[in-house]
């Protein structure tokens, strides 16, 4: 797992994202846009997992990368008109981010929560009411977390990242400030 140096806000006072160490100081959200915006990062993906995605509930037998590289730059752009929103107050995080699974429906500390568009994710940690720390994203390709190498590794680095969080004593929003100094 990634081990986690800092964080920075995306929004400030409402979503911010880890910053892991060895990651130059970059926040983990903007590696994963820079990640999925690369024509080449997102092509050696489709290639390694075309017999995947082709039997994805989401897609066809007939579904090309040109079919997944355009779904892929359309759920970029919602991610990005999603952080605008969230920006202008027009979205609640409480809305926008969703239990990552049935044991997590309940809002609790540190609860685990996911915000999805066709085939990306992206996972955060519920630190209090609209306050939320960006762990990591994928393109979920399979119906399951745990049936993906790539999906597998985020949920092992949200529990990791929670416990982390727990371990430092940061359960609350002012916990959360104090420990970050922000």
């Not at 399951?144 to 416990?163: A, G, W």
Request: with cysteine.
């Amino acid at each position: 797992m990634k081990d986690i140096t800092s964080v920075q806000f995306i929004i400030p006072n409402k979503l911010a994202a880890f910053i892991y160490k060895g990651d130059m100081d970059i926040n983990i959200l903007n590696i994963l846009l820079s990640t999925w915006r690369s024509v080449d990062d997102l092509f050696q993906f489709y290639e390694t997992n075309k017999r995947i995605i082709a039997n994805s509930t989401i897609s066809s037998i007939f579904y090309s990368w040109e079919n997944f590289s355009e779904d892929i730059m359309l759920d970029l752009e919602q991610l990005e008109d999603f952080i605008d929103d969230v920006a202008n107050g027009k979205v609640n995080l409480d809305n926008a981010f969703h239990p990552l699974s049935r044991k997590e429906e309940n809002v609790k500390i540190l609860s685990l929560r996911k915000h999805r568009c066709k085939w990306l994710r992206i996972y955060a940690i519920r630190i209090d009411e609209n306050l939320y720390v960006i762990t990591g994203g994928a393109i979920k390709i399979t119906q399951k977390m745990q049936d993906h190498i790539d999906t597998r590794y985020e949920l092992t680095q949200l529990d990791y990242s929670r416990q982390w969080l727990k371990d430092q004593g940061i359960e609350t929003d002012e916990s959360f400030y104090c420990y970050f100094d922000l």
